[in-house]
């Protein structure tokens, strides 16, 4: 009778730890169902010194700006994606230093990638070779970026390329670096890479101010004084300035200078050294924003 009665206490053991099982699957899927497809979704993940920014449209596309150093990405991707997703549309390589392709190749050992967009600049290091032997083998169409493409993401998403406007490929990586205005709805933002004051000032110089106007500017090289000129920041005239940079970073990013720019116009600042990974949630009339550490 007593073994009797321990074989009804593991078949109902059982029962318990499947249905358990089922529920919080239930529950992934809900949450997964909730917090996807739902207006744009824009992150600046908290990976350190060096940029990586998500990009989801209302439609689920995906693409990720940059992917930062190596061994930083995976696991703040997984606050920003579902547990179930595996797929990213695009991958955008801004400029090919390190701080921004690390954690490509972590990526494409987990994630099917569609497509990569580059500027057209090169870089020595074994880092850059290897994603570029790694892009191959797996037959990753490889684009380069230039003015006027349009990424059409859906949901009412786009993604328009401001520079490079010309063969860069002698250029240095910052100089040459993709600039990008993402936008939907009321909502914009300007994606600047590690572009320089040189770039800033060839934008300036093509585009108008109410064209390069955006809700968000994406500071320049990590707020190096290298980059976010008071007149093109006066052009985008942005309400938010967001910064991606490392505590303690060995370089003083982001640079005083920069910040007073910033503060000038009147930008109210968030980086991700003090508040971690930055999340912009928006229906493309209105932005709410949350933190990560």
Not at 47 to 59: N, V
Not at 87 to 104: K, L, R
Not at 243 to 264: E, F, M, R, V
Request: hydrophobic share 40%.
């Amino acid at each position: 009778m007593l073994e009797q009665s321990k074989k009804y206490a593991k078949g109902y053991g059982l029962i318990i730890f499947i249905f358990l099982l089922l529920l919080f699957t239930s529950c992934l899927f809900y949450l997964d169902f909730q917090n996807s497809h739902r207006g744009l979704t824009f992150a600046m993940l908290d990976i350190g010194q060096g940029d990586a920014l998500f990009i989801e449209s209302p439609t689920g596309a995906q693409i990720l700006v940059d992917g930062g150093p190596p061994r930083k990405i995976l696991s703040q991707l997984a606050r920003v994606m579902s547990p179930f997703d595996r797929h990213i549309d695009a991958i955008m390589v801004t400029n090919p230093d390190q701080d921004h392709i690390g954690g490509f190749l972590d990526v494409l050992k987990v994630y099917k990638v569609d497509r990569v967009f580059e500027p057209g600049t090169f870089n020595d290091s074994k880092t850059y070779q290897n994603l570029k032997a790694e892009i191959k083998n797996k037959n990753i169409p490889n684009i380069l970026a230039k003015r006027g493409m349009r990424l059409d993401m859906g949901g009412g998403v786009v993604i328009e390329v401001l520079f490079p406007d010309r063969d860069v490929s002698t250029w240095s990586s910052n100089d040459g670096s993709i600039v990008a205005r993402l936008s939907y709805g009321q909502t914009s933002v300007m994606l600047t890479g590690d572009a320089t004051t040189l770039t800033e000032k060839t934008i300036l110089a093509e585009n108008s101010s109410s064209s390069l106007k955006s809700t968000v500017l994406k500071v320049g090289h990590h707020g190096s004084r290298t980059s976010t000129s008071a007149p093109f920041v006066e052009a985008v005239a942005p309400t938010y300035a967001l910064i991606s940079d490392d505590k303690d970073n060995k370089y003083g990013h982001p640079h005083p200078d920069t910040l007073a720019t910033l503060a000038q116009f009147g930008a109210k600042i968030f980086r991700t050294d003090l508040l971690g990974t930055i999340i912009m949630k928006s229906d493309g009339k209105n932005e709410t924003f949350s933190f990560r550490k």
